[in-house]
Each structure stands twice: as C-alpha cells, then as structure tokens.
C-alpha cells in the first residue's frame, strides 16, 4: 500500500481556479495508477481523474481539469480551472497497482481527503 498526503483544498468562487497535490510514499510511485475522487455531502464517491500512462477523466470535468504526476517527487496534481459550485466536495487522492480505472474498489490506498468550496 501507499502513503497518501493530500493538499491545497480550500474556498474558491465560481469560475476560480486551485490546485490540490498528493504526497506518496510506499509502494514504487512510477508504477502506480494515480486517481483523484471527490464526495459531496449525501452523495457517493465519484471518479474525478486517474493518470497511469495516460490520463482519464470525468465527463463533467473534462475540460476543465488536468490531472499531472512529477515522479521525481512522487506527486500528483490535479488542476482545477473554471470552478462551479457543484464541485464542492472533500477530494481524495487514490492509488492503485494495477491499470487506470474509474471503480474505486480498485484503488488500495486513499488520502485523507481535502475539502474544495465553491461559492456562487
């Protein structure tokens, strides 16, 4: 498993743009299948973005998010522009061993969470 260390959430207005990061440590960073999910209050937990080889994301942030990985610092990143309040939610940064997936069964490692506000 995977030490994972979230950062950066906090309160944006709509439109505004953060940048959360997750700290790793563990399990060989290069190898592994990095994703971001998001919880909002009384809903399940959704696929935001998951990077292995290559980058995959949500329908409802495509375009808007870039999920990036610096293996050198066993980081990844997600960008976070053209907020909207419905993107309020605690983030949370995920690892898998295996190949880039949206399921979050598949992830063996989660973060905290960090908590991302858009006002209106």
């Known amino acids: 498993q995977v030490h994972l260390v979230e950062s950066g959430g906090g309160l944006v207005q709509a439109g505004g743009s953060l940048r959360l990061s997750c700290a790793a440590s563990?399990?060989?960073?290069?190898?592994?299948?990095m994703a971001w999910f998001r919880q909002a209050p009384g809903k399940e937990r959704e696929f935001v973005a998951a990077?292995?080889?290559?980058?995959y994301y949500a329908d409802s942030v495509k375009g808007r998010f870039i999920i990036s990985r610096d293996n050198a610092k066993n980081t990844v990143y997600l960008q976070m522009n053209s907020l909207k309040p419905e993107d309020t939610a605690v983030y949370y940064c995920?690892?898998?061993?295996?190949?880039?997936?949206?399921?979050?069964?598949?992830?063996?490692?989660w973060g905290q969470g960090t908590q991302v506000t858009v006002s209106s």
């Open positions: 563990g399990r060989t960073f290069i190898r592994s299948t």
């Open positions: 990077i292995s080889s290559r980058t």
């Open positions: 995920a690892s898998a061993a295996g190949l880039a997936t949206s399921k979050s069964y598949e992830y063996d490692s």
